[in-house]
């Protein structure tokens, strides 16, 4: 459970009197840090505790590249959908936006995969992006994004397809609650 980081937001501070050695404290003393530090802090806590892991699977909003580096340092790949933002990837020297690399991968006789190509981010970590269809809009392609470049594309879109069932376990058992 995470808490704002503004103090305005808070429902309640953490008490003084709370002895700073308890798990209560400590819980609440990490509410207050980012989401991306705490998905960090439970993909090592996961990894300490015996939990075998291949990938962690992410949807837009954590498949960043900090969030890739700090991922990667705990021995373990990613797999992500990336957003259209203004993040650029280093293709054959040069650097693309997702919607220009997508011009390098051939969309003939292509079904729901397109393709993918191996480039590399800003801090140079390398990736495959997986071009795929976006069944709700045609017109439009979403983008997977594999730190374990030697995966085949059906396989990072299979793994990835394996979040949609994670999302809906959630909402069922958050709404049980």
Partial sequence: MLSSANKDN???EISSDIDHRTNGYISRTESLIKKTAAAILLIQRALASGIKADYVLMDTWFTTEPMLKEILKTGIDAIGMVKQLKQR???RGKAYTLPE???FVSHEYAANIFGSLVVTTKERIPVKIVVIRNRNWKSECLYLLSTDCSLSDAEIVRIYGNRWS???FFKASKSLM
């Fill in 89 to 91: 990837y280093f293709f």
């Fill in 10 to 12: 808070r429902y309640q």
């Fill in 101 to 103: 690399l997508r011009k």
């Fill in 166 to 168: 994670i999302d809906v």
